[in-house]
């Protein structure tokens, strides 16, 4: 928090339910709170989240050394 200057906020959040219908439960409640602005949802959807933010990485990644790898040989 203090490289970024948020002294006094959280960006995460861990809550532990029962199971998976009561973190569901949790997770709309929360979304559907006027007083709280977050976004709730339960940790393996946040996980795919991220998954898919980091595929467009891996993606430029691979061409970069697909690019690399052809350079030297047409020389």
């Not at 929360?30 to 980091?54: G, H, K, M």
């Not at 993606?59 to 052809?70: D, L, P």
């Amino acid at each position: 928090m203090d490289q970024f200057r948020r002294d006094g906020s959280y960006s995460t959040i861990v809550l532990a339910t029962a199971n998976a219908a009561a973190a569901e439960q949790v997770a709309q409640r929360l979304n559907d709170s006027r007083i709280l602005s977050l976004e709730a949802q339960p940790e393996p959807e946040y996980y795919v989240q991220q998954a898919t933010q980091t595929e467009s990485l891996r993606s430029a990644g691979i061409t970069v050394a697909i690019f690399m790898g052809i350079g030297p040989c047409s020389g």
